[in-house]
């Protein structure tokens, strides 16, 4: 069957028609943009989901860390309790124990309360006591410095012929040197520069004779109690020029070595001239009967002490008497050749210097006794060369 052509043509759509075409387009790209929109907030929406997601997965595995260490926390709490209930009964039987010691205390404090009231009365006693032994005390070292200046005197009466013979020598010198001054003078000499020589010679002996006699008032007044840095040398050459006269005249040689370090020790320099004086008579009288009479002294630095020796050649200290020798009035001589208060004080004066006195003898040979002081600041830190 063949068609029919169509007797009616397709007309171009009218102004209406486009417009709504046209809305409805523009509507359509509105819905389109809106549904795209949609589709990006939707996705968005599911990417924040997806992030919530995974932090709640974090979180649920935070909180099963939590009650896993939650479960671990309790356990501990209740093994705490349990000490807690331990500890407070422990507490109890404490605070029972604790009454009871308090209860004990009280009846403490009443007995120390008497014992307190005997104790003042204990005290007082005890206060007269102290003040008694200080009074006796002071009362001993009075004596022991009368004691120790009646030896000082008694050795200068001891030295007296030697001390006279050499106040003689300088006193003879100046009668002779102003005796010449004097005739020069008389007969009008004109030899200005001779008297004057003369005259300075006699001044030399009046110099002197004074030092002699200063030393003898320095030696002979009571030594202060004041400690000073002193010289072992000059203390040890000070004690000879009191005794050597008297070594001379009894013909006793006498050998000196000093310490070249020139050494110091903290004391009195009186005291330590006493004992090394009593020390040289001690050895001078020794050798009274022995046919060779020599005296040595010497002086060795021993850091941290200084060590002086007197040894002498007599017939020595009988054995067994080594100690005695330093007791108080103890001599082995004569009768009213000695007090025995020599050593005594010697080792009385020692021992306050914070030295050691000890005697070492060989019958027959003499005897050595041995002094140790110790050094003075810095030295006593060096080491023996």
């Known amino acids: 069957m063949i068609a029919e052509p169509s007797t009616r043509a397709e007309r171009p759509p009218e102004g209406t028609e486009l417009e709504e075409l046209l809305a409805s387009h523009s509507r359509l790209q509105q819905q389109v943009a809106a549904l795209e929109l949609g589709l990006r907030k939707g996705e968005a929406r599911r990417r924040a989901m997806l992030h919530i997601i995974g932090d709640l997965n974090e979180a649920n595995k935070r909180l099963a860390n939590q009650r896993k ?6 356990g501990d709490y209740e093994k705490d309790r349990s000490r807690l ?3 407070t009964e422990r507490l109890d039987n404490s605070r029972r124990a604790l009454l009871h010691i308090l209860q004990d205390f009280h009846e403490s404090n009443l007995r120390l309360e008497n014992s307190r009231k005997a104790m003042i009365h204990i005290m007082g006693d005890l206060r007269e006591t102290t003040a008694e032994m200080q009074r006796r005390e002071q009362e001993l070292r009075d004596k022991q410095e009368q004691l120790v200046q009646a030896g000082k005197l008694a050795t200068l ?57 200063s030393h003898l008032r320095t030696f002979g007044r009571a030594a202060p109690v004041s400690r000073e840095p002193v010289s072992v040398n000059q203390v040890i050459q000070r004690a000879l020029s009191l005794v050597q006269e008297q070594l001379r005249l009894r013909e006793i040689a006498l050998r000196l070595d000093l310490c070249p370090e020139e050494p110091t020790v903290i004391g009195n320099p009186i005291q330590l001239e006493q004992v090394f004086i009593n020390l040289l008579t001690n050895a001078r009288d ?8 020599a ?7 021993t850091p941290p002490m200084v060590q002086v020796t007197f040894g002498d050649t ?3 200290i009988p054995a067994g008497l080594e100690q005695r020798i ?9 009768v009213g050749a000695g007090t025995g208060l020599g050593l005594s004080i010697t ?12 005697v070492e003898s060989r019958p027959g040979e003499g005897a050595t006794f041995l002094i140790r002081l110790p050094l003075a600041g810095d030295e006593a830190l060096q080491p023996p060369t």
């Open 295 to 301: 005296i040595e002294v010497c002086c060795a630095l």
């Open 85 to 87: 209930a331990g500890q």
């Open 286 to 293: 020794a050798m009274a009967d022995s046919p060779r009479r």
């Open 347 to 358: 080792y009385g004066i020692v021992r306050e210097h914070g030295g050691t006195i000890t």
């Open 157 to 213: 009466g001891e030295l007296t012929t030697g001390v006279a013979h050499e106040l003689n020598n300088p006193l003879n010198n100046i009668g002779l040197f102003v005796g010449n001054a004097i005739d020069l003078i008389e007969l009008g000499s004109g030899d200005r520069e001779h008297i004057l020589r003369d005259l300075q010679k006699a001044t030399q002996q009046v110099r002197k004779a004074t030092e002699i006699i």
């Open 326 to 334: 330093f007791d108080p009035f103890f001599t082995t001589k004569e």
């Open 69 to 74: 260490a939650m479960l671990h926390i309790l």
């Open 314 to 316: 007599g017939p020595g």
